[in-house]
């Protein structure tokens, strides 16, 4: 059986994983009815070869590294294709949205929680809890200092936190309005674009970690009621239009 190895999940079943990536994984897996098992790693994840997660482990000691590679992995094997039903014109509008949240939004999303001082305190014992007392504010720090030399040469950290929230916000404006009344992101029928779309608002609905950006997706019931429409979908089989759930096996 697969086994997609994310970091270690919250209390609360609404936000999927602290990482939007991991999230995404998770909840194509789970829409395109792949069977496989969750593992929480709680480790340094630079023993894999892209020193991150989301990991796929397809047989022991065999890896597929990062959400985007292991959504090919997916179609490819097991036939895991949600997008059949869109244009070429829809596909770029889904690609176009999606990269919005995951190359910019993102370090927005990172700068609020990592590098705003009062929220940095509440991720450090959120994340690094499971750290013996002694060495967590050190290692802890270390990790902090290497997110931030990345998110400065990003640029997105160039600016003042005020500026950051502020284009934060603007994603979600514009998600927000693009999405609009439809039931998904791009229409009647989900695709993989709802993967990383829901997995980013879902991040930031049911975070306590990024405050101004919580409360700004609050203001969009677009946001709100697609949140909670996906969530039925993925975790609790409600969709009326979801296919009876399948166990897909791998091309031979």
């Known amino acids: 059986m697969l086994k ?22 998770e909840v194509f897996l789970r829409m395109a009815h792949v069977e496989h098992k969750i593992e929480e790693f709680a480790g340094n994840p ?19 590294c990062d959400s985007y590679f292991i959504q090919k992995y997916l179609e490819n094997q097991f036939s895991a294709k949600l997008d059949q039903h869109l244009s070429p014109d829809m596909h770029a509008e889904g690609f176009a949205f999606t990269k919005m949240l995951e190359e910019f939004f993102y370090w927005a999303l990172l700068h609020e929680r990592w590098f705003i001082d009062e929220n940095w305190v509440k991720l450090r014992d959120s994340y690094f809890g499971h750290i013996p007392a002694i060495l967590r504010k050190f290692l802890a720090g270390m990790i902090r200092k290497s997110s931030f030399k990345s998110a400065w040469g990003h640029g997105m950290s160039r600016h003042s936190d005020q500026d950051i929230l502020s284009l934060g916000s603007e994603c979600l404006k514009h998600l927000a309005h693009y999405l609009g009344q439809k039931p998904y992101i ?20 049911h975070s306590h970690l990024g405050p101004e950006l919580r409360k700004s997706a609050e203001s969009y019931h677009y946001l709100r009621d697609y949140d909670q429409r996906m969530y ?19 091309k031979s």
């Open 4 to 25: 997609l190895i994310v970091y270690p999940k919250g209390p609360d079943p609404k936000l999927i994983n602290p990482s939007p990536f991991c999230a995404k994984s």
């Open 46 to 64: 630079a023993k894999f070869a892209k020193k991150k997660l989301p990991v796929l482990e397809i047989k022991p000691g065999e890896y597929i």
């Open 186 to 205: 791009l229409g009647d029928q989900v695709s993989s674009y709802d993967a990383t779309s829901y997995a980013f608002i879902a991040s930031v609905l």
């Open 232 to 250: 039925q979908r993925v975790f609790e089989g409600q969709s009326a239009t979801q296919e009876e759930p399948s166990r897909r096996q791998a």
